[in-house]
């Protein structure tokens, strides 16, 4: 087996099925009907491209497991997502700027997988890009709007932002395995794409009346597998629950 | 999913008016947002239409309830796009209630104090995975059965909203079917779970046809203005037939000792829901009442400031184009 590329895989794939669920949690609850039908489909969104990349994960590992067995008989210390995307929810203040800071990365991120020499990766990085543009539209908006809103929404919004700064750098911190997969051409080197994001996010801080917090200190250890937050065990205690109670029954 | 127990309203209008609007309804023709109606038509329609809107929205919540327990990814996954589909109904239906001259915030607030129902169903809990195969095989199933013929309903707004929700539901019991297949054909702890669903559910799913004709004050007039195109008992008896041989066919027992085949009717008969228990959840004391409007509650009031936020934007984006023009 090849493990740069089946850990990287498992990064891509853990970072949308963390924050794909975390996303499905606002499920009936959201503060507008047009929230509640735009969570749901952003989650569906990243649920369908965790099979895929998990899917692709099992297949790399070759030991018969699947997408399904990956994502609910892992531990904590097998899951390979940034922190950033198992941070809880908070305010909806909070979700929506944990979604566009993941998804400005996201979506630089699967620009450069489109292309890459693997063609597998290749391919389902064209589709996942369609619906990411998508995402960062959204997502960048209601930061915008939010943020330029009321007293209150800005007072929230920079809220969120302070509390979530320190989880940005993560996203494009490389490791050897990176490297490894970057000098393959298979994924782009994490720390290539941090020019374009600090470009893009700018923009949306100045339009959203937010500053940006000083410093660039970043937590670490999520993407590794070494030491991911405490939030994270709860919530696979939930989504494992059922595969765990009922060890062998089909679904 | 749908309404149940609306009042109709009498109208006091110009009888040559009321008239020649029954005349309408009486040869089919659709009748729109501003064509005259009479008042009480009015009102009915936003009570009807209001309430079916609210059970989609509140129905999101029994089985929101599962979608961060959903065993697969592929489950998870068809959920989600199920609870999506709930609140799109809920915005069509909203839609088409507005054509009456009522707003979405007027009727979301009338949801959240209580002053308008949803249907009693939603009062009951989710409490296995094989109850998310029960709610679609038997709560959207008896849905269905009330909303296929609301596609002919006279309102045009609400007949078309009906058109596409129905082709929605029936994706929605099928893939509720497809999980009590699964469950009744799994382990045996899944057959267990699969059987409770149908013992807590069935009776529930029941009444959500509303009372028997016999005390169903409310009919008649609906009735006339095809607002209402069958009868609670006509359709009970519906999905009842329907649905019997589906449990037979998944090796579940029917919570009913009475429920036997009838040759002489082309029925079965069947034994009548408690109608004390239905009293009871309508009058706010089912099992999940308190739960579900706080969820509600909850969600409205602790995101305001979001809604707030939203509108001081565009109203800043609107000044500025004005001040550019």
Redesign the interface.
């Known amino acids: 087996m090849n493990n740069a590329l089946f850990e990287s895989l498992l990064r891509l794939g853990d970072n949308t ?1 963390v924050i794909g ?1 975390r996303v ?2 606002w ?11 735009a969570l ?2 952003m ?2 969104d990243l ?2 491209q ?2 895929m990349w ?1 899917g692709l994960a099992a297949d790399v590992e070759g030991e018969g497991r699947s ?2 067995d990956l ?2 008989l892992r531990d904590v210390w097998d899951f390979r997502n940034v922190l950033l995307v198992e941070q809880p929810n908070g ?3 909070q979700t929506i700027m944990r979604q566009y800071l993941f998804d400005q990365f996201h979506l630089l991120q699967l620009q450069h997988l489109t292309q890459s020499t693997e063609d597998r990766i290749a391919a389902i990085a064209q589709k996942a890009v369609k619906e990411v543009t998508y995402h960062v539209d959204r997502s960048r908006d ?1 930061v ?3 943020g ?3 007293e ?3 007072r ?1 919004m920079q809220a969120a932002l302070t509390k979530l700064w320190p989880y940005i750098g993560e996203m494009f911190a490389a490791d050897a395995i990176d490297l490894e997969m970057a000098t393959a051409g298979v994924i782009p080197d994490p720390a290539s794409l941090r020019a374009d994001y600090d470009a893009a996010t700018r923009v949306v801080f100045a339009d959203a009346v937010l500053t940006p917090p000083a410093g660039d200190f970043a937590h670490g250890g999520g993407k590794t597998g070494f030491r991911h937050s405490e939030h994270l065990g709860h919530l696979l205690t ?2 494992q ?3 765990r109670a ?1 060890p ?4 | 999913m749908y309404a149940q127990m609306v009042k109709s309203e009498a109208s006091q209008e110009d009888p040559e008016k009321l008239a020649a609007f029954q005349k309408r309804i009486d040869a089919n023709e659709k009748i729109e947002p501003k064509d005259w109606m009479p008042e009480g038509y009015r009102k009915t329609l936003i009570r009807q239409i209001g309430q079916h809107a609210h059970s989609e929205i509140v129905g999101q919540l029994p089985e929101g309830n599962w979608i961060t327990r959903a065993p697969t990814l592929e489950r998870k996954a068809i959920l989600l796009a199920k609870v999506q589909d709930e609140a799109g109904h809920g915005l069509y239906l909203y839609c088409a209630a507005e054509t009456l001259g009522v707003s979405r915030d007027e009727l979301t607030e009338m949801l959240l104090d209580g002053r308008m129902k949803y249907s009693s169903i939603f009062n009951y809990p989710t409490l296995t995975w094989a109850d998310m195969g029960a709610v679609g095989w038997l709560v959207d199933g008896a849905a269905i059965m009330n909303q296929v013929p609301l596609q002919r309903t006279s309102y045009g707004p609400y007949a078309r909203a009906m058109v596409r929700i129905c082709k929605e539901e029936s994706f929605h019991q099928r893939q509720g079917f497809d999980i009590m297949m699964k469950m009744a054909n799994g382990t045996p702890a899944q057959k267990q779970m699969a059987q409770d669903a149908l013992n807590r559910i069935w009776f529930p799913a029941l009444m959500m046809f509303g009372p028997s004709d016999k005390d169903s004050v409310h009919s008649s007039q609906s009735m006339a203005w095809k607002i209402k195109m069958n009868t609670n008992d006509e359709l009970r008896q519906k999905f009842v037939d329907q649905t019997a041989p589906q449990a037979e066919y998944l090796g579940l027992t029917v919570p009913d000792e009475t429920l036997a085949w009838n040759d002489e009717k082309g029925g079965y008969d069947f034994a009548e829901p408690d109608w004390s228990e239905f009293h009871d959840v309508i009058q706010g004391n089912g099992p999940c009442n308190a739960d579900r409007l706080e969820a509600r509650n909850r969600a409205w009031n602790d995101n305001a400031w979001v809604r707030e936020g939203m509108m001081a934007h565009a109203a800043k984006k609107r000044a500025q184009k004005v001040a550019a023009q």
């Not at chain 1, 499920?27 to 039908?37: H, N, R, S, T, Y």
């Not at chain 1, 062998?248 to 679904?251: F, L, P, V």
């Open positions: 099925l669920h499905s949690e499920c009936g609850v959201a503060p507008v009907l047009e929230e509640d039908i749901a489909n989650a569906l649920i369908g965790t099979q998990l997408a399904d994502a609910m305010d909806f203040g209601t915008v709007a939010l330029d809103g009321t209150e929404s800005n929230r939930q989504m629950w059922l595969q009922y062998g029954a089909r679904w």
